[in-house]
DNA sequence: ACAAAAGTGTTATCCTTACACCCATGT
DNA sequence: ACATGGGTGTAAGGATAACACTTTTGT
């Protein structure tokens, strides 16, 4: 199937989408020093934009945007929750998503029409462990990878509001959000965790204290030690245990603030 | 202006909203003894339902949300934010709106084919002074009238989800929102203060601790005696220092639990 | 005088914070 | 041996929670 083909298939779909309704998912990743972001670049401009898609007439919004999640990391069932939904007329109004004028503006006419009407879209916040996720961009983008959230480019329409809210989100809900079991591999050490927790709060914490607090909360199983090649102590190894962790994150985890 | 044309002057309308968009208002009262909740009671079928309306393809959602608001309680500017939205193919499946059979629903076929589509609704959740409402039906529902929490009844559609959520939503982020402000009048004694804490946590507080939480938290200012007709020592009453208190509230009030 | 509710005080306990100290490891 | 980071300990200060005590009012 060549991409004219490939294309028109997506394209013959897309009355089967409910008008009028989008999906825009800011997808988390943590490598282990840092907070990233999956970002797409389009190929009709180049512009930089969320992974998003619509919302097929036979289908559940939370489905939805777990499928869209899906087909851009290969993730299957990561923590995945709605968390805005942005409808302001103007939100579209900066830059225009085709250029009717190029090949590509001119090839996709269709779509170019079906999307100037006015979109209300449902915000979904995702925490993925990066090194599990397959970043693969759609058939009108150019690429689709992680970005450090400290360098996201200048993004389409309002998509820099829709992340930022998305980023305030996990600030504030930090006790109550899945982010150590969801951002972290099966097994870390505790500076792992607490660099995690720095870059989420945007300040130091006091090492001893955070592993103290931790510790007594009790959901972390510690593993044998960690063979670095560092010139220092090695770490021991820590791994969730997944049945004490969601108990205690519906009272809230960690206290921080 | 009799009712059949008021009833036109809306159907002309119909075309001037968003297709497959609706609002649905979650507004919260207290009456110095419990928290309510203001219902309509539609005309057709007797089923109750939350407030709501349509967003018209001009405007803003939360202007549509404020506008529903000031219709159903003549409240201009409430604490009043989107806090989720439901969009679920089977959220509108358990009762039709309108019965084809019927007079009403014979009249209003329009109407009702219009309704018939797929909706997504954005809940919003609304903090208002209970004794400055003047609840107001619209030209389709019978009466619009406060219900108190503890025994709202059945309602249309997923709407008890979407209260209960909104509640739920008042529970968890009871630090963070304007409660004390929004829902008590100018002037209020200390102990109306925490019945109101204790019907939003569900639980009793301790008196004393909470006086003096309250106190130093430091934005009451204690006006002059009030002359009850109780049996016992009169108590101050107090109102909110606006400028502090919104201080305050981003960082969190009380660090209740 | 007394009951009832308001306002304030006291104490034990827990949690947080800021450090200090020792331990293990590779150079 | 020593520099580096990991793990644990301690003591001061603040917040919380439980409860006692005093004050004011109408009957």
Redesign the pocket.
């Known amino acids: 199937m060549d991409d004219n083909e490939k294309y028109g298939e997506w394209f013959g779909d897309l009355s089967s989408f409910l008008p009028g309704v989008s999906i825009d998912c800011v997808i988390i990743g943590f490598d282990l020093n840092e907070l990233n972001i999956l970002l797409l670049k389009w190929k009709e401009g180049g512009h930089w934009m969320l992974p998003g898609g619509f919302v097929h007439k036979d289908e559940d919004m939370d489905h939805a945007a777990s499928r869209i999640l899906e087909e851009r990391t290969g993730i299957r069932l990561p923590y995945l929750k709605q968390f805005h939904t942005f409808g302001d007329l103007d939100r579209r109004a900066n830059v225009p998503l085709f250029n009717p004028v190029t090949p590509l503006g001119a090839q996709f006419k269709e779509m170019f029409d079906w999307l100037e009407q006015r979109f209300i879209s449902l915000g979904y916040l995702s925490l993925v462990d990066m090194r599990s996720s397959v970043p693969a961009p759609d058939l009108l983008s150019e690429t689709c990878i992680w970005k450090p959230l400290k360098s996201i480019p200048d993004l389409i329409y309002d998509h820099n509001l829709i992340a930022n809210k998305a980023l305030e989100q996990i600030r504030n809900q930090i006790n109550y959000l899945p982010i150590g079991i969801s951002l972290l591999p099966e097994k870390f050490?505790?500076?792992q965790l607490q660099i995690l927790y720095e870059e989420i709060l945007q300040k130091k914490v006091?090492?001893?204290?955070f592993?103290?607090?931790m510790?007594k909360l009790g959901f972390l199983d510690r593993h044998e030690?960690q063979?670095t090649?560092?010139?220092?102590?090695?770490?021991?190894l820590y791994a969730f245990n997944r049945e004490k962790y969601n108990l205690l994150l519906e009272k809230g985890i960690g206290?921080m603030s």
Do not use: E, I, S
């Open positions: 050490t505790m500076k006091d090492r001893a204290n592993q103290k607090k510790l030690k063979l090649g560092g010139a220092h102590k090695a770490p021991f206290y």
